[in-house]
């Protein structure tokens, strides 16, 4: 069983930069992907980024490529999601999930999300 626990969303101005971090419990990340995924009020989830702990291969999604970037931490329990030049239409609850398989269809594991707000 993994817990996993988001944390560095707040309020930022277009422009700005945030990063968000994903730590887990209960087991480490290696050997895991991780995934970043947000939802905006009246959408659907969408992915956002994963990272393959043990590989490092990472993916994005292509409203955010070249902006956010996935990375691991020091120790094998956290996940960071820098997030650089935020706009408006960044501006969501931001979840991390996590699973054992290299590229998963369903995520096992989530976390209760953070919110991120970009003001215009």
């Known amino acids: 069983q993994v817990q996993l626990v988001e944390s560095g969303g707040g309020l930022v101005q277009a422009g700005g930069s945030l990063r968000l971090s994903c730590a887990a419990s209960?087991?480490?990340?290696?050997?895991?992907?991780v995934g970043w995924f947000r939802q905006a009020p009246g959408e659907e989830r969408e992915f956002v980024a994963s990272?393959?702990?043990?590989?490092?291969?990472?993916y994005y999604a292509d409203s955010v490529e070249g902006r956010f970037t996935i990375s691991r931490g020091s120790v094998n329990n956290v996940v960071y999601l820098q997030m650089n030049s935020l706009n408006p239409e960044d501006t969501a609850v931001y979840y991390c999930?996590?699973?054992?398989?290299?590229?998963?269809?369903?995520?096992?594991?989530w976390g209760q999300g953070t919110q991120v707000t970009v003001s215009s």
């Open positions: 999930a996590a699973d054992r398989a290299f590229s998963p269809g369903n995520y096992a594991y």
């Open positions: 209960g087991r480490t990340l290696s050997g895991y992907t």
């Open positions: 990272m393959h702990w043990s590989s490092g291969t990472s």
